[in-house]
């Protein structure tokens, strides 16, 4: 009986170190697998299929789906927000936290209940100026996707018109040395974030499953607006139809970007002295002299030379 029990547990710990040396071989593979997958289909970069998305962006993932049942709703309650409008924010923002056009109209009527629910709460508790909190927080629940996204798309597209000179000098190093673009594209684009490295990989998934190069540049277009990034675009639709070498246009076209960014940049410089003089005049000056003003009030009354001690 002993004799089986001994044997009973050597067979259970080599079972154990058999299973665990299993487990550690499968986890190795594993490793090997994704970096291949992400070598052959350029999405190193996208986090490690965006690193299991942060906390919170996982949380407003969820907290969305809870729109879905308000779609229907948000669809025909379509104000300020047609359903082709939708899709062309949601596709020139990178459709943030996985979004479609029946999520987003579903979201706006979920923001406006909770916005009205807030308020009823507010005003039932007798918080002052609640009753205009009925009006307003239903508007602004409503309309606060709008705006992020609509605010998500610019900031997107102004990321892209920082990026893309370096990303273009980058690119057309490779062209001059006999690289070919895909090749070059492949290469480069794994060493850039965001919506620059996002657009371009999926150019390449595009043309690697057989889409015409043209048509995929023509989904860049309508997927981004930044002047720069179009001009780029057509500069190399037009360079694939008359077959002109690409690798002078991206170094021209880097170098264009490049003065134009600093021309944005002194453009951005000269609008802010205006406002800085406006704050300057209303603001700070005023708040200086009431300061200088009660201290000379209060060294007339309280200090050692003050009127009230003549009186005495």
């Known amino acids: 009986m002993d004799a089986l029990l001994i044997i009973s547990v050597i067979l259970f710990w080599l079972f154990i170190g058999i299973g665990l040396r299993h487990l550690y071989v499968y986890q190795q593979e594993k490793k090997e697998l994704v970096v291949h997958v992400q070598e052959t289909m350029h999405l190193e970069n996208q986090h490690q299929f965006r690193k ?3 906390f919170a962006e996982r949380t407003i993932k969820r907290l969305t789906k809870f729109a879905d049942d308000f779609s229907s709703m948000g669809q025909r309650l379509n104000f300020f927000s047609e359903p082709h409008d939708v899709e062309d924010w949601l596709r020139k923002s990178g459709y943030p936290f996985d979004l479609t056009v029946e999520r987003f109209q579903g979201i706006k009527i979920f923001f406006a209940i909770a916005g009205l629910t807030i308020a009823a709460m ?6 002052p100026l609640a009753h205009f909190g009925l009006l307003f927080m239903p508007l602004i629940g409503y309309f606060l996707p709008i705006l992020y996204v609509k605010n998500k798309g610019k900031e997107r597209q102004e990321r892209l018109r920082y990026d893309l000179p370096d990303f273009l000098d980058t690119v057309s190093v490779s062209l001059q040395a006999g690289v070919h673009l895909e090749e070059a594209l492949k290469q480069i684009v794994r060493f850039f974030e965001g919506p620059l490295q996002e657009e371009f990989s999926r150019f390449l998934q595009e043309t690697e499953l057989g889409v015409p190069r043209e048509e995929a540049y023509r989904e860049l277009l309508r997927r981004n607006d ?8 057509k500069s190399l639709i037009q360079g694939n139809r008359l077959g002109v070498p690409i690798a002078q246009t991206f170094k021209m076209q880097a170098e264009d970007m490049r003065v134009m960014r600093k021309e944005q940049a002194k453009e951005k410089a000269a609008k802010a ?3 800085i003089t406006l704050i300057t005049t209303f603001v700070i000056t005023p708040a200086a002299i009431m300061m200088i003003a009660g201290l000379m009030i209060l060294n007339m009354f309280l ?3 003050s009127v009230l001690k003549m009186f005495e």
């Not at 507010?122 to 918080?127: D, E, L, R, S």
């Not at 930044?226 to 001009?231: D, G, H, L, R, V």
């Open 303 to 305: 200090g050692d030379n």
């Open 226 to 233: 930044n002047p720069e990034f179009q001009t780029l675009i």
């Open 273 to 275: 002295s205006p406002k």
């Open 52 to 54: 299991k998305a942060a």
């Open 122 to 127: 507010a005003f039932v508790i007798g918080i």
